[in-house]
């Protein structure tokens, strides 16, 4: 019997389905499917009954449920205890980031890291893109990745690496008069308030100077986001906040400035290549991973 389908096993068990539990794991649909043919003919009994792609719990599948639980659970602990002998105390790492991505894709990063280190001691900072880097810089963050919009090049001793492009999209909600026109010029704006971002340090970076005689500010890109969708007025949010499921109630503006692209840095004090073996570099590379899966790494 082997834990891979145990793992399996209780992925189905927990979503219902083997596409919906493959699609959980990152794993094709035809490996959940034949280790779970291996372990019902291992066990000799099915596990589950069948109603077109569903699967619903049989009596042995609910009879050994708790229990693989119970075995996976006892495995983690083996793993993290020997990782822990084996290790100069546990591992630290602080981890520093703005907010242009979803909060969704951070408790991905959280599990990834877990996953990856079991003894990590894991600390997650927000702020702005210059607190970021000058906490990276002083030794108080360890990797942080931000959005640039001024300073690009790193103080010296800081590594500094382009991971993403970010693309700052101008929107308005669906209903509001901006969305309705064929093209927006810059007295169109003015009519109705610009949402814009609030840094840590009291600035506007990614507002537009000069459109609109009324701001709304608000301390995270999120904010800007809601605010928006709320109708209180214009702005421009990372197009990782516009998702399939807000497009259609934030479409783009048809405005000269609509869309830009800013680039998304990693900075360390440790290079952060391919290569590199450190934890921080590994931390990294998960990250990138990440983004790869986003579409959004360079």
């Known amino acids: ?133 000058d906490l990276v810089a002083g030794g108080a963050v360890d990797l942080a990745y931000v959005v640039a919009h001024g300073r690009t090049r790193p103080p010296l001793g800081l590594q500094a690496r382009v991971v993403a492009r970010i693309g700052m999209t101008m929107v308005a909600h669906r209903e509001a008069p901006l969305a309705q026109l064929t093209y927006v010029a810059d007295d169109d704006l003015a009519g109705l308030p610009q949402v814009t971002y609030l840094d840590f340090q009291q600035q506007q970076p990614f507002s537009l100077a000069g459109l609109g005689q009324r701001r709304i500010a608000l301390s995270s890109f999120e904010l800007v986001r809601d605010a928006i969708l709320d109708g209180f007025g214009w702005g421009l949010i990372p197009e990782p906040l516009r998702t399939p499921a807000l497009a259609a109630d934030l479409p783009v503006l048809a405005h000269d400035l609509a869309r830009g692209w800013f680039p998304y840095f990693a900075y360390s004090r440790v290079p952060l290549g391919r290569g590199g073996t450190g934890l921080v570099a590994q931390a990294h590379q998960l990250v990138d991973q990440a983004l790869r899966r986003e579409g959004i790494a360079v």
């Open 1 to 133: 019997m082997r834990t891979d389908h145990l793992t399996y096993f209780v992925a189905v068990a927990q979503h219902g389905s083997i596409a919906a539990a493959a699609a959980a794991l990152g794993r094709s649909r035809s490996t959940l499917s034949m280790a779970l043919s291996a372990l019902e003919d291992d066990l000799g009994t099915p596990l589950f009954v069948r109603d077109g792609n569903s699967l619903t719990l049989g009596p042995a599948g609910s009879a050994i449920l708790d229990d693989c639980h119970r075995v996976l659970a006892l495995l983690a602990g083996i793993r993290q205890r020997s990782q822990a002998a084996t290790t100069d105390g546990p591992q630290t790492l602080c981890l520093g980031r703005d907010d242009v991505l979803p909060e969704a894709f951070w408790r991905g990063i959280i599990r990834d890291l877990q996953a990856h280190f079991p003894t990590l001691e894991l600390s997650m900072r927000y702020t702005s893109t210059e607190d970021l880097v």
